[in-house]
């Protein structure tokens, strides 16, 4: 993992206990937060307790593997776990946001979680697992979402660019036949100097 903040991208923790192993320390943050929630809505909905049962296995794996021997445990794995750490509380901060802005606007329009699942065509469950970031939105759901709810796409999709992606595209500039083309960072706009 290299730079912070990582691409932002949605986790789907369903895809990530299919897969059935934790092959990073982003895959383990987003794991143990996701570990978090799931705790909270298997209260509701018990049908998500196997679901996180599954995931904590995976977590104590991945530990047991990485975590338990101190004297393996390098300044590199040190580093990638607290850079993994401070991605995954972004992207929580992001989901939260999000979650807040479409509950807002439906009861705005006098509806319910229950109908934004109707208009998406997907179960209460399902769309619970959505706004909760258990499950990833679909780009079509979140396209939906910006015309029906008239939500700006960037409270709807995650638009960060990590350090890494930013670092190659300046390498690229560099590339390019006008020379007086420029990156403004953070916003990654390109600029005539």
Do not use: C
């Not at 789907?12 to 909270?40: N, Q």
């Not at 705005?108 to 998406?120: A, H, M, Y």
């Not at 190659?168 to 390019?176: E, G, L, V």
């Amino acid at each position: 993992m290299a730079g912070l903040p990582h691409n932002m991208k949605e986790a789907d923790i369903r895809s990530i206990v299919k897969k059935g192993e934790l092959l990073s320390e982003l895959d383990f943050e987003r794991a143990s937060m996701a570990d978090r929630t799931l705790r909270v809505l298997s209260k509701i909905d018990p049908s998500l307790s196997e679901l996180r049962n599954e995931l904590r296995a995976l977590l104590v794996a991945y530990e047991s593997l990485h975590w338990t021997d101190a004297d393996k445990i390098s300044e590199k794995q040190l580093a990638e776990s607290g850079m993994a750490e401070q991605v995954v509380f972004a992207e929580q901060r992001f989901l939260k946001h999000r979650k807040e802005i479409i509950l807002a606007r439906l009861t705005e329009l006098g509806l319910i979680q229950k109908d934004l699942g109707t208009l998406l065509n997907h179960s209460k469950s399902y769309t619970s697992e959505l706004l909760n970031g258990i499950r990833a939105f679909s780009s079509n759901d979140l396209i939906l979402i910006h015309k029906l709810l008239k939500i700006d796409l960037s409270d709807l999709f995650p638009t960060h660019i990590s350090a890494q992606t930013q670092k190659r595209i300046q390498d690229s500039i560099s590339k390019i036949s006008s020379k007086n083309i420029r990156l403004k960072a953070p916003e990654l706009e390109l600029t005539n100097s």
